[in-house]
C-alpha cells in the first residue's frame, strides 16, 4: 500500500470501513484502543494480502482472534469496490516491462515470504549498516507507527534489488525466513507498528539482487543492515490534580527504567538533560510530581530505557502537555511588629503563596463574616467591605527571616489617627480571582516614656508611664548597645499594670541584671483575639553596679585609744585594679561625703602589717577580689576622736552610679577609747 499521503480514494474507502469495524469492536470493550491501532489496518491494507493466516500474522496477540472478521470484511469491502485495490504479486510478473514499472513506482511489493528462495545458512558481513528509527504519531496521538530507513545496497551491475524487512521481539532474527516480514520493497524504507508486548522488536533487512525480478527472488539474500526499537510505554495517562502531575502507564517486564522529563512548553524543542526530574526512582508504574509550578504549560516527555548489550537504549518519547492549575493559597501568617522608635509605624510580614500576588487592606472593621471561606472575584471584594481606599501601597521587599525562610515585608505602615485598634487583611490575587487570608487585628498601645532605673543596694527598680492601652510591659535583657531591631528574646521580664500599680515599678532583685551591665527594651504588650500586640520599643542603657565591701580593724594604745587601723576591701567579683578611696574623719559625727571631714594619712601594708609606703590622702588596690584579704592598708589614727567612714574618690557622678561602697558594722568605725 502507498504511504497514507498517496493513497487514492479507493484505498481511503477501504480504510475507513475497516476503522469503523475497528471502532466497533472498541465500544463493544472487546479491544482496547491502544491494543489495536490505525497502523495495524494500514499494514495490513498496504501488504495487499486477504487470506486469514497472514492477516492474523500482522495482528497483535490480543487482537489476533478477531482475523477471521477482518478478513471478511476486507473482502466485502474489495468486493463493492469492484477491484482489487493491488497489483498483482511480482512472482506473477515476469516481463522486463513490469520490472521496470514497479521498481519507478517507489513503492512496497505485495510479496509473502514463501516468494523467495529458501535461505542457506552461509557466513554473512561483520559490517552492516544501520537501520534508523522515527516515530510517526498515528491518528489516536499516542507513540503509533515507525518509519525505518536504511543506506542504499549497491550491487554493481545488476539492475533489480529487493529489500526484505524482517523483525523479530526479544531476540535478533537468525533467519529471513523464520522472521516476521515487515516488508519487501524496492525502496529504502518502510512503516512498521510499534512493539505490543516485547521490550526491543530487532530489525533486520536483506536484499535479494538479480537482472531481473524472478532471478532477484530466486538468489540468496544478503544480510544489509540491522537496528532495534525500544517499546514506548503503553496506556500512558498524564493529568494534574491540584497542582501535582500524576502519571501511569505500563511497560514491558524487560524495561529496566523509564525516563520523565518535565519541559516547559516553550522550551519543547530544546528538551536537554536539566529537564530530566525522579532522577532517584525507576518510574516504571508511573510518576508524581510535586515540584510543577501553577500556573505554567509543561510538555512531559516519558521514554521507556532497555539495557542492550550493556548499552542503554531509549524508546520514542511520549509527550503530554499539561496545564497546571493556579491553585490560590490564603496567607495565614501574616503578622504586624511595631518598628522601634518610630512611634506609630509597622511593620508586616508574610510568606509568600507559591503563586498570585498578596494585596493587604488596613480596615477600622474586619471584612464581611464568611467572604474568606471561598474564591472571590477580585471585583467583589468591595462587597466584603475592602474598598480600594484601604489597599495599602508601601512597597514589598524580601528578607530571610531566623529560621532561614523567605518572608515578603512591608514597611512603614502607619496607625491611622484616632483608631484604637485596625483590622490587616491578606488578600491572594490572580488572573481577576481573590482569596482572603487570616485577618489579624491589632490594638495600638501607646509610647513608653520617661523610663528610670534606680539602684538600691539589693535591688533595681524600674518605672516608667504607663502605657495607653497595654495590658502589660515586657522588659528585655540584652548585651550594652544591643539594637532591638534585630529581634529581642532571651531572658525578659513581665508586669501587669496592677502590679505596677501595686508595688510601684519593676522590682529586680540583686543578680537580675547583670553586674557589669545591659540594655533593657521595654516592650508594651496588648491583646488582640487572643493574640500578643507588641508596641514601639523603648531602650535604656544600664550601666552596671560593683558592689564592694571594706572591714575596719582598730589598733589602740596602752591607754586603749584608736591609734591605727587596718582597712581590707572584698569585691562582688573580681577587677584588676581599682578606684581611688579616701578615710574621711568627722570628730562628731559620721561622715556624710569624701569632702565631710578630714582625710587621714594612710599607707598599703606589707605581709607583716608594716608600711610599705610613704604615707598619702588616697587608698588605690592593685586589684579587687573576692576573698578581700590578700592586701591591707592602714591609717594613722593617733590624735583623732569621733568616725571614720571610706568613700570613693572620683569627681564624676557617673563614676559614683556605678559602685556601691557597703559600711561594715557602725561600731568598727567610731573612735571611742576603751579602758586599758
Same mark, same amino acid.
Given at each position: 500500500?502507498?504511504?497514507?499521503?498517496?493513497?487514492?480514494?479507493?484505498?481511503?474507502?477501504?480504510?475507513?470501513?475497516?476503522?469503523?469495524?475497528?471502532?466497533?469492536?472498541?465500544?463493544?470493550?472487546?479491544?482496547?484502543?491502544?491494543?489495536?491501532?490505525?497502523?495495524?489496518?494500514?499494514?495490513?491494507?498496504?501488504?495487499?494480502?486477504?487470506?486469514?493466516?497472514?492477516?492474523?500474522?500482522?495482528?497483535?496477540?490480543?487482537?489476533?482472534?478477531?482475523?477471521?472478521?477482518?478478513?471478511?470484511?476486507?473482502?466485502?469491502?474489495?468486493?463493492?469496490?469492484?477491484?482489487?485495490?493491488?497489483?498483482?504479486?511480482?512472482s506473477a510478473v515476469d516481463s522486463g516491462e513490469g520490472d521496470q514499472a514497479v521498481t519507478e513506482a517507489g513503492r512496497e511489493i505485495p510479496l509473502r515470504a514463501d516468494d523467495f528462495a529458501a535461505y542457506?545458512?552461509?557466513?554473512?558481513?561483520?559490517q552492516l549498516a544501520t537501520i534508523t528509527s522515527k516515530s510517526?504519531?498515528?491518528?489516536?496521538? =499516542?507513540?503509533?507507527?515507525?518509519?525505518?530507513?536504511?543506506?542504499?545496497?549497491?550491487?554493481?551491475g545488476d539492475p533489480v534489488v529487493i529489500y526484505r524487512l524482517i523483525s523479530e521481539e526479544d531476540n535478533a532474527p537468525y533467519s529471513p525466513d523464520r522472521a516476521r516480514l515487515v516488508a519487501a520493497t524496492t525502496t529504502t524504507s518502510a512503516v512498521d507498528g510499534p512493539p505490543d508486548a516485547a521490550a526491543i522488536r530487532y530489525y533486520q533487512v536483506w536484499v535479494n539482487v538479480g537482472t531481473t525480478r524472478a532471478e532477484a527472488l530466486a538468489a540468496q539474500p544478503v544480510k544489509h543492515a540491522d537496528g532495534l526499537v525500544v517499546s514506548p510505554v503503553h496506556d500512558c495517562v498524564i493529568r494534574q490534580d491540584s497542582g501535582q502531575v500524576i502519571g501511569s502507564w505500563t511497560v514491558p517486564a524487560a524495561v529496566g527504567a523509564v525516563f520523565v522529563s518535565r519541559v516547559p512548553a516553550h522550551e519543547a524543542g530544546r528538551e536537554g538533560p536539566q529537564h530530566r526530574i525522579l532522577l532517584d526512582r525507576d518510574n516504571r508504574a508511573g510518576f508524581v510530581d510535586l515540584q510543577a509550578i501553577p500556573g505554567q504549560r509543561y510538555v512531559y516527555r516519558v521514554r521507556a530505557a532497555v539495557s542492550v548489550d550493556g548499552v542503554l537504549r531509549l524508546s520514542a518519547a511520549v509527550d503530554n502537555e499539561i496545564d497546571i492549575a493556579a491553585v490560590l493559597a490564603p496567607v495565614a501568617d501574616l503578622s504586624v511588629t511595631a518598628l522601634p522608635g518610630a512611634a506609630g509605624v509597622f511593620e508586616l510580614s508574610w510568606t509568600a503563596p507559591p503563586v498570585g500576588q498578596v494585596a493587604i487592606y488596613r480596615s477600622r472593621r474586619g471584612?464581611?463574616?464568611?467572604?474568606?471561606?471561598?474564591?472571590?472575584?477580585?471585583? =467583589?471584594?468591595?462587597?466584603a467591605g475592602l474598598t480600594t481606599d484601604l489597599r495599602l501601597t508601601q512597597p514589598v521587599t524580601g $528578607?530571610?527571616?531566623?529560621?532561614?525562610?523567605?518572608?515578603?515585608?512591608?514597611?512603614?505602615?502607619?496607625?491611622?489617627?484616632?483608631?484604637? #485598634?485596625?483590622?490587616?487583611?491578606?488578600?491572594?490575587?490572580?488572573?481577576? $480571582?481573590?482569596?482572603?487570608?487570616?485577618?489579624?487585628?491589632? !490594638?495600638r498601645t501607646g509610647v513608653i516614656r520617661d523610663v528610670e532605673l534606680t539602684e538600691y543596694c539589693n535591688k533595681q527598680?524600674?518605672?516608667?508611664?504607663?502605657?495607653?492601652?497595654?495590658?502589660?510591659? !515586657? !522588659?528585655?535583657?540584652?548585651?550594652?548597645?544591643?539594637?532591638? #531591631? &534585630?529581634?529581642?528574646?532571651?531572658?525578659?521580664?513581665?508586669?501587669?499594670?496592677?502590679?505596677?500599680?501595686?508595688?510601684?515599678?519593676?522590682?529586680?532583685? &540583686?543578680?537580675?541584671?547583670?553586674?557589669?551591665?545591659?540594655?533593657?527594651?521595654?516592650?508594651?504588650?496588648?491583646?488582640s483575639a487572643g493574640r500578643r500586640a507588641t508596641g514601639a520599643v523603648r531602650s535604656i542603657e544600664y550601666a552596671g553596679l560593683l558592689r564592694?565591701?571594706?572591714?575596719? *580593724?582598730?589598733?589602740?594604745d596602752p591607754e586603749g585609744r584608736p591609734s591605727h587601723a587596718s582597712i581590707f576591701l572584698r569585691s562582688e567579683y573580681d577587677v584588676p585594679g581599682s578606684p581611688a578611696?579616701?578615710?574621711? &574623719?568627722?570628730?562628731? /559625727?559620721?561622715?556624710?561625703?569624701?569632702?565631710?571631714?578630714?582625710?587621714?594619712? !594612710?599607707?598599703?601594708?606589707?605581709? *607583716?602589717?608594716?608600711?610599705?609606703?610613704?604615707?598619702?590622702?588616697?587608698? /588605690?588596690?592593685?586589684?579587687?577580689?573576692?576573698?578581700?584579704?590578700?592586701?591591707?592598708?592602714? =591609717?594613722?589614727?593617733?590624735? /583623732?576622736?569621733?568616725?571614720?567612714?571610706?568613700?570613693?574618690?572620683?569627681?564624676?557622678?557617673? $563614676?559614683?552610679?556605678?559602685?556601691?561602697?557597703?559600711?561594715?558594722?557602725?561600731?568598727?568605725? $567610731?573612735?571611742?577609747?576603751?579602758?586599758p
Open positions: 500500500m502507498p504511504d497514507p499521503q498517496h493513497t487514492d480514494d479507493a484505498d481511503g474507502r477501504i480504510l475507513a470501513a475497516l476503522m469503523a469495524w475497528r471502532q466497533q469492536l472498541i465500544d463493544s470493550g472487546a479491544v482496547s484502543k491502544s491494543g489495536f491501532k490505525e497502523t495495524h489496518l494500514r499494514l495490513i491494507l498496504r501488504s495487499g494480502r486477504t487470506d486469514v493466516d497472514h492477516i492474523r500474522a500482522m495482528l497483535p496477540g490480543s487482537v489476533a482472534e478477531h482475523a477471521e472478521d477482518l478478513a471478511a470484511v476486507l473482502a466485502e469491502t474489495l468486493g463493492a469496490q469492484g477491484r482489487h485495490h493491488r497489483s498483482a504479486p511480482l542457506t545458512f552461509t557466513e554473512q558481513p561483520d510517526v504519531p498515528d491518528a489516536d496521538g =499516542a507513540a503509533g507507527s515507525c518509519q525505518l530507513a536504511w543506506p542504499p545496497y549497491q550491487p554493481g471584612p464581611t463574616a464568611g467572604a474568606e471561606t471561598a474564591e472571590l472575584p477580585e471585583a =467583589a471584594l468591595e462587597q $528578607r530571610v527571616n531566623a529560621q532561614g525562610q523567605m518572608q515578603s515585608v512591608m514597611t512603614g505602615v502607619s496607625w491611622p489617627e484616632g483608631w484604637s #485598634r485596625a483590622y490587616f487583611t491578606p488578600v491572594t490575587v490572580l488572573a481577576g $480571582r481573590a482569596l482572603l487570608g487570616t485577618t489579624l487585628s491589632s !490594638v527598680v524600674l518605672t516608667f508611664d504607663w502605657p495607653e492601652g497595654a495590658a502589660m510591659v !515586657v !522588659v528585655y535583657l540584652a548585651p550594652k548597645g544591643y539594637d532591638p #531591631r &534585630n529581634g529581642l528574646t532571651g531572658t525578659s521580664f513581665e508586669i501587669t499594670l496592677d502590679e505596677y500599680e501595686k508595688y510601684g515599678g519593676l522590682q529586680l532583685p &540583686n543578680g537580675k541584671l547583670p553586674v557589669a551591665g545591659c540594655s533593657l527594651h521595654l516592650a508594651p504588650v496588648a491583646f564592694l565591701q571594706y572591714a575596719v *580593724q582598730l589598733t589602740r578611696f579616701v578615710l574621711i &574623719n568627722h570628730p562628731d /559625727r559620721i561622715p556624710l561625703s569624701h569632702s565631710d571631714g578630714e582625710a587621714v594619712n !594612710v599607707a598599703p601594708l606589707d605581709a *607583716q602589717g608594716r608600711l610599705a609606703a610613704i604615707p598619702s590622702k588616697e587608698l /588605690r588596690w592593685s586589684s579587687l577580689t573576692t576573698q578581700g584579704t590578700t592586701e591591707a592598708w592602714g =591609717a594613722d589614727l593617733r590624735g /583623732r576622736r569621733g568616725w571614720i567612714r571610706l568613700f570613693v574618690n572620683t569627681p564624676t557622678a557617673a $563614676r559614683l552610679r556605678t559602685i556601691a561602697l557597703l559600711d561594715p558594722p557602725i561600731s568598727t568605725l $567610731r573612735l571611742t577609747a576603751v579602758a
